[in-house]
């Protein structure tokens, strides 16, 4: 098994190219090894060069909304009056502590997906 740390951008596109040849290898064996190891190097080298943004918690909500086929009205009861809710989701007020609690337990809304880009709105 010959395996380098990557390093470079041709050493990510290299690893990618060869994990490619190697998906679906099965785990016991000397190429699922290999799979596994370049994964990790590729998520490692992912995490630093080509970092993900957090998602936006507006669009994140919005998104939610459209998945359980809520209006505006069902987010009353987690963000308060109808006013509210829209000056929450047109961005003129930032959602609070509380609001971000109840969107998580209500709407089972990712905590990191709620307070992740917020300093993008503050």
């Given at each position: 098994m010959n395996i380098?740390?990557?390093k470079t951008e041709q050493d990510y596109e290299n690893a990618l190219s060869?994990?490619?040849n190697l998906w679906g290898a099965s785990e016991d064996t000397e190429a699922g090894e290999k799979l596994d190891i370049l994964l990790i190097l590729i998520e490692n080298y992912e995490s630093i060069h080509h970092p993900i943004d957090p998602p936006d918690p507006i669009e994140a909500i919005k998104f939610?909304?459209?998945q359980l086929n809520l209006s505006r009205k069902d987010l009353e009861s987690v963000i308060g009056s109808r006013g509210r809710v829209s000056e929450i989701l047109s961005?003129?007020?930032?959602?609070?502590?509380n609001m971000i609690k109840g969107l998580h337990s209500k709407l089972h809304i990712p905590l990191e997906s709620l307070i992740g880009g917020m300093e993008q709105h503050v």
């Open positions: 380098h740390p990557i060869v994990v490619d939610r909304m459209e961005r003129k007020r930032n959602l609070s502590l």
